[in-house]
């Protein structure tokens, strides 16, 4: 019999049970009787009646006596165990009958004490530890807190210190750019060019560690820009041939040839991530030979392209116990190998997290003296059709906008609310080399003076001075009717985000940062200004013009086409034949714009690049329409 129906059989009583079983032994006991009295022949229906009413009687107190003794015990415990069941932990009633029942109840009553101290300690232990996480999850929300603290309070500094290192950086940069401009001897320009090279990789220094820092806040998103992964990889390895041939090292790629044509994500991070490798791979190794392989497929998401990039080279190697290390932030693996080849363990801290914004992984495979292997996983987006697609660029100032309202008798003068000194006389150096008038104030409250003496064409406006700051001066400016148009341009020193908004917010027109480079500064100044357009210093020889000018025009094109392919290398050359063609009819505007190419290109920072084309553009257009004005009044 299965236990399902066994479990199913009716309750049936023992009390029940023994009734019919003594009224079965009564009932047999009766029949044999009778049935000996008949065989005798002497049956008696009355003595019978006695008979079967007698030995009735004694079963029924047979079986009432039963019921006493054991079926009620046995009935109690049953009722103590249903309660016990419902989850009521009480002691149950028995009766003393000092026999197996009697043992059982009291065994069910130690049980049942047992299960009260499991409970009351289960009750204790459970409110201690209520007490536990309550008290942890304070001292964590305490932790956060002050997390959260030290986190603002490092963004701070990180402000601050930009500001403090760009402000000396912006007089060093532009006291180089002057005095470089200056006639000098062949030995000096070289000590010249020797400290611009030096100041600007201190900047990519300072853009390492605020990069760092703009990652690890969260601040960094990743572009959405379709692009030739391919060649943007090709061209990203071949800016390392020269490093590596000067080396004597080999430096091949391999691409596999399932690689799509395009994927979308962002270029200049790809480029940066495989720049920190290779060169890394470059700086240690002295012979042999780096390879880099490159595969992309398709996971299970059909709309994403996995791209594997393995980066493997026959140099010095890494300490087994060392490999986990390297990719913290000053860390470097061997503090003797990486002082002799330099470095600041930054590089691969800043891939490692590039990385994971790209969903991917980083890991590292090394033998010591023999070489390592670092391996990259990246995910980039399938890209739907060939189209490339430039993404927004941030702009510093507001083009034309905010130009010309204003009279025409105050248009080359310049009002200059700058509290640094070195600050003041670079840009008052290159304005006044461009034929401004400049007028100086030092902080905000001098120049509200100023602005009631004389009528401005323009304010260049540093946001943090003493007295009155930049941002409070504009809108006290912003609030005079008289003052409401004059343009405003922050200069300021200030790179964190959300500097330019509050500048624009205050009522300023446009915003540059610092170090503020001259022909960014004069294209901005010249945005704003209802300014003539003015004879360059050195007018370009006129029969040149035309040839240069076509030549420019093309130049510009190709120069806009290799930005939009993020091909850098290309537009190095490019830029390099415009500057030398400039020169060579002393397009000085021109020249200088090209050379901030070169610079920003130098410096891979595309967004400075954008920039500088941007100028170079408005320089060129500048001339264009200066040959129009001379062919006009010629004709
Ligand atoms: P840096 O190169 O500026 O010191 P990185 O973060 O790029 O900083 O690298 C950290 C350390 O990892 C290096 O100092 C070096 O010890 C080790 N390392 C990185 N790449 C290689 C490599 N290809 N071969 C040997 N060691 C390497």
């Known amino acids: 019999m299965s236990e399902a129906s066994a479990n199913a059989a009716p309750f049936r009583s023992l009390s029940v049970k023994f009734f019919r079983f003594t009224s079965l032994l009564v009932l047999w006991i009766v029949i044999v009787i009778l049935a000996y009295d008949i065989n005798q022949g002497n049956f008696n229906p009355s003595k019978g009646l006695l008979l079967c009413t007698v030995v009735l009687m004694v079963s ?98 990180l402000a601050n210190m930009s500001h403090e290192l760009r402000t000396p950086m912006n007089g060093l940069l532009g006291m180089i750019e002057l005095s470089l401009d ?14 611009q090279r030096c100041a600007l990789s201190l900047l990519a220094l300072v853009n390492d560690v605020l990069d760092l820092s703009k990652i690890e806040s969260g601040k960094m998103a990743l572009e959405k820009i379709s692009f030739p992964l391919a060649n943007q990889l090709e061209d990203t390895l071949k800016g390392h041939e020269l490093k590596a041939r000067q080396k004597g090292v080999l430096l091949d790629w391999k691409f596999a040839p399932s690689m799509p044509d395009e994927v979308v994500g962002d270029p200049l991070r790809l480029r940066q991530i495989v720049n920190n490798l290779v060169s890394n791979s470059i700086k240690f190794t002295d012979e042999g030979a780096i390879e880099v392989r490159v595969a992309a497929f398709k996971g299970t998401d059909p709309t994403k392209w996995n791209v594997e990039l393995h980066v493997i080279d026959t140099g010095a190697g890494i300490p087994q116990d060392k490999i ?71 702009t510093e100032s507001k083009g034309s906008e905010g130009s010309t309202s204003h009279s025409k008798d105050n248009a080359g003068i310049v009002l200059l609310v700058e509290d640094n000194i070195v600050n003041q006389k670079v840009v008052m150096a290159v304005l006044k080399k461009r034929g401004y008038e400049i007028d100086l104030a030092s902080n905000g409250e001098e120049a509200l003076v100023k602005l009631e003496q004389r009528s401005y064409a323009v304010v260049l406006m540093d ?23 004059i343009p405003v341009i922050a200069m300021t020193a200030h790179a964190m985000n959300g500097d330019k908004e509050k500048c624009l917010a205050a009522g300023m027109n446009a915003y540059i940062s610092k170090p503020v480079h001259s022909a960014h500064l004069l294209a901005t100044i010249e945005a704003y200004t209802s300014r003539p357009v003015k004879k360059l210093t050195a007018a370009p020889v006129d029969d040149l013009m035309k040839p240069f000018l076509s030549r420019a025009n093309d130049g510009l094109a190709q120069l806009r086409k290799s930005l939009d392919n993020t091909d850098l290398a290309t537009l190095e050359e490019q830029v390099g034949y415009l500057l030398q063609a400039a020169e060579a009819i002393s397009a000085t505007g021109i020249v200088e714009c090209a050379k901030r190419v070169e610079i920003a290109v130098a410096a891979k920072n595309t967004d400075d690049v954008m920039h500088s084309l941007l100028l170079l553009e408005g320089e060129i257009a500048l001339l264009n329409q200066q040959a129009v004005v001379t062919s006009y009044h010629a004709g």
Do not use: C
């Not at 200056?182 to 400290?195: G, I, M, V």
């Not at 693996?333 to 590039?354: K, N």
């Open 182 to 195: 200056a006639p000098a001897s062949a030995e000096q320009e070289e000590q010249l060019e020797t400290a």
């Open 324 to 394: 986990a290390t390297i990719f913290e932030k000053f860390t470097q693996a061997d503090g003797s190998i990486s002082r002799r080849y330099g470095g600041t363990g930054l590089g691969l801290a800043i891939t490692e997290r590039l990385v994971d914004l790209h969903n991917g992984s980083i890991s590292a495979e090394s033998e010591l003296g023999l070489g390592s292997k670092f391996s990259v996983l990246l995910e980039y987006d399938v890209a739907v059709a060939p189209v490339v697609v430039l993404a927004p660029v941030e």
């Open 463 to 485: 946001v943090q001075m003493p007295v009155l700051d930049g941002l409070e001066t504009t809108r006290r400016m912003r609030l005079e009717e008289r003052w409401k148009d």
């Open 60 to 157: 029924w107190a047979i079986a009432r006596f039963t019921i006493k003794q054991l079926i009620k015990p046995i009935r109690l415990l049953q009722i103590g165990m249903e309660e016990v069941g419902r989850g009521n932990l009480e002691r149950i009633k028995f009766a003393k009958t000092g026999d197996e029942i009697e043992f059982l109840g009291k065994s069910f009553n130690g049980m049942i004490e047992r299960l009260i101290e499991t409970q009351t300690r289960l009750v204790q232990q459970h409110e201690e530890l209520e007490q536990k996480v309550h008290e942890r999850t304070q001292a964590l929300e305490e932790a956060m807190q002050k997390a959260m603290e030290a986190s603002g309070a490092k963004s701070e500094f």
